[in-house]
């Protein structure tokens, strides 16, 4: 997808954060957008943010769960027959949970992959008819650093986002072979300053403002900056795109020290006290 000028692109969480920045960068881009989170409030101040931007881009705004599966495929039919066709979808909406494995509540886990892992399904699952209809297609779903190297704490995170990329990594493949119209890219963002965190579930007794404070200081990476090296990688049909220069080093660890990587990431959250 070399342009971007008026294709119809679906940002999923695009009321915060990276969806947000994409959001507006896409605008800016001339694509025609199909807005959507949980949050209305939310996405309304988004869509204000366009408008503030100088865009004229025409905003098709929706409420949506991702979780909902029924919800995700009625919403991509809405999208198809309101904008006309579907070209780019962006799978970002996605939370975050701080909690040890022997004290993770089942309903907080199911509450995250139900997002992170089965919201990216649900979106390309509904919209892929429509993408398959399209000239030139690209569907992109945001993983994490967290999907390459796991780390204490966030195995419930790191059990979604390394699913994310599996299934992504596949999906690549599979329309490369059969629809090589549709471009697929995987998104490895490391620390990027949004409210992920002051929006995370914790774990019971744990001070959420102590893990805000400590994802503030290592989050460096403006979620404007994000969002350009997203549409970057968009445009030059990257398979993997790392995010920010943390998400660089990381990637560079993981392929120098394979599996071994876990001693330093355990070594780490000791030093942070972390566990
Ligand atoms: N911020 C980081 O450091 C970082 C790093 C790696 C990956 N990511 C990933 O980037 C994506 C965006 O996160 P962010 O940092 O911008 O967070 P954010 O909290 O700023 O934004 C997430 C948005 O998703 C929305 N959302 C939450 N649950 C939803 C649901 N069920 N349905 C629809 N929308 C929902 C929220 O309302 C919010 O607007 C997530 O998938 C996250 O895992 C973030």
């Known amino acids: 997808m070399k342009s971007l000028n008026n294709k119809v692109a679906v940002v999923t969480g695009a009321g915060s954060g990276i969806g947000r920045a994409i959001a507006i960068e896409l605008a800016q881009h001339g694509c025609v957008l199909a807005l959507s989170d949980i949050n209305e409030i939310a996405l309304q101040e988004t869509k204000q943010l366009i408008l503030d931007a100088k865009s004229n881009t025409t905003t098709h705004l929706q409420t949506l769960d991702v979780a909902n599966k029924q919800a995700v495929f009625e919403y991509a039919r809405n999208v198809n027959a309101d904008l006309g066709c579907v070209d780019l979808i962006i799978n970002n909406a996605g939370v975050a949970l701080s909690s040890g494995v022997d004290e993770t509540k089942r309903e907080d886990f199911e509450w995250l992959m139900n997002i992170n892992f089965w919201g990216v399904i649900n ?28 780390i204490p704490r966030q195995s419930c995170y790191n059990a979604a986002k390394f699913a994310v990329r599996g299934y992504t990594e596949a999906l690549r493949q599979e329309m490369g072979m059969k629809y090589p119209h549709i471009s697929v890219s995987c998104v490895h963002p490391g620390g990027i300053a949004t409210d992920i965190a002051r929006n995370a ?54 392929r120098l020290l394979g599996i071994h990587y876990i001693g330093l990431t355990q070594w780490l959250a000791k030093r942070l006290n972390y566990q």
């Open 201 to 254: 579930r914790v774990s019971e007794g744990e001070d959420i403002s102590e893990l805000t404070a400590s994802f503030d200081k290592l989050a460096q990476t403006t979620p404007q900056k994000a969002a350009k090296i997203i549409v970057a990688g968009i445009k030059k049909n990257k398979s993997r795109v790392m995010v920010g220069w943390d998400a660089h080093v990381i990637h560079a660890l993981y």
């Open 123 to 150: 979106g390309c699952e509904a919209f892929l008819p429509y993408l398959k209809q399209s000239q030139d297609a690209h569907i992109v779903n945001i993983s994490s650093v967290f999907g390459m190297i796991a």
